[in-house]
């Protein structure tokens, strides 16, 4: 599963110095924790089995690491989850700084929601991202998803935060939501 620049790979645990050195990358983790740092615990113990366990299980769901085809460099991640509403799943995607502002976040995001509503009978996809995360929100309003609500976020809840539970943010969030009805694949 690969689109033109980006593939798309499952997670190994040995994968978690790539992670550590994403969340440890103030300007990545601005808009997700204030930019404090990720222990290597935390990455090892909490956020490795959260990316490895729908392997599995689902096939299409979880989370995917994420490399440039044309040099097998670590980009980042995107995932896709089921959230506990029925046909619906989640999209979530980080990606290293130096590669912001290339369309990857929308290549890789339009990937996962053409999956979700082709191979895996979604009806709905959900995002959600930090108020201040404008580039996030041009990302997510490119693949034609729209304003659903805002929210605070809970971190306490592993099961639906990539972030260390120990760390307090207050945050203030957008969600979107993308019907199946309203979609219109977007090729990038």
């Not at 009978?121 to 041009?138: D, F, K, M």
Request: with cysteine; net charge negative; hydrophobic share 40%.
């Amino acid at each position: 599963m690969n689109t033109s620049r980006v593939l798309l790979s499952k997670f190994a645990t040995s994968d978690w110095l790539l992670l550590h050195q994403l969340d440890n990358d103030p300007m990545v983790m601005k808009y997700i924790n204030g930019g404090v740092p990720a222990s290597e615990e935390h990455i090892k113990d909490k956020i490795i089995p959260l990316f490895t366990r729908y392997d599995d299980v689902f096939h299409r769901f979880g989370f995917w690491k994420l490399s440039l085809v044309e040099n097998f460099d670590f980009v980042g991640w995107v995932c896709l989850r089921p959230t506990a509403q029925t046909g619906q799943a989640r999209l979530g995607y980080r990606l290293k700084k130096e590669f912001w502002g290339y369309g990857l976040a929308t290549e890789v995001a339009a990937k996962m929601v053409e999956i979700g509503f082709s191979e895996c009978g979604l009806q709905s996809v959900v995002a959600t991202t930090y108020e201040e995360n404008l580039g996030s929100q041009r990302v997510l309003e490119k693949l034609g998803f729209n304003f659903s609500k805002r929210l605070k976020v809970d971190f306490s809840d592993a099961e639906t935060t990539v972030n260390d539970p120990s760390v307090s943010w207050e945050s203030e969030d957008i969600q979107y939501i993308l019907e199946k009805r309203d979609w219109k694949p977007v090729y990038v």
